[in-house]
Nanobody, 124 residues
Framework: QLHLVESGGGLVQPGGSLTLSCAAS????????IGWFRQAPGKEREGVSC????????FYRDSVKGRFTISRDNAKNTVYLQMSSLKPEDTAVYYC?????????????????WGQGTQVTVSS
């Protein structure tokens, strides 16, 4: 079966850092671009960042540019999201998913094989 499993979430103070991991099983990660998404309570899911198959092209939503960094280690079948200077508005469940279309996208309809999510809470 195809799975993506997110980990690394937790409670962090404003200004702090966390690194999320997205591990793939059942398929070869380097065949796909991978995206990170988040959903806060009462809000729609939004795309955060995505990375191409080889890791040399990335895309970020404006609100996380300069604070978040997406990367991948295809040998470990894992994609990472380093988050720094975290703000309370970054609080959400974070998901990773594999992209099915060419190029880089932050539209959820272009992705499948969603993980179960990992909770990130930014609070003092």
């Amino acid at each position: 079966q195809l799975h993506l499993v997110e980990s690394g979430g937790g409670l962090v103070q404003p200004g702090g850092s966390l690194t999320l991991s997205c591990a793939a099983s059942g398929f070869t990660l380097d065949y796909y671009a991978i995206g990170w998404f988040r959903q806060a309570p009462g809000k729609e899911r939004e795309g955060v960042s995505c990375i191409n198959r080889v890791g040399d092209d990335t895309f970020y939503r404006d609100s996380v540019k300069g604070r978040f960094t997406i990367s991948r280690d295809n040998a470990k079948n894992t994609v990472y999201l380093q988050m720094s200077s975290l703000k309370p508005e970054d609080t959400a469940v974070y998901y990773c998913a594999r992209q099915l279309v060419a190029g880089l996208s932050l539209s959820g309809t272009d992705f499948d094989t969603w993980g179960q999510g990992t909770q990130v809470t930014v609070s003092s």
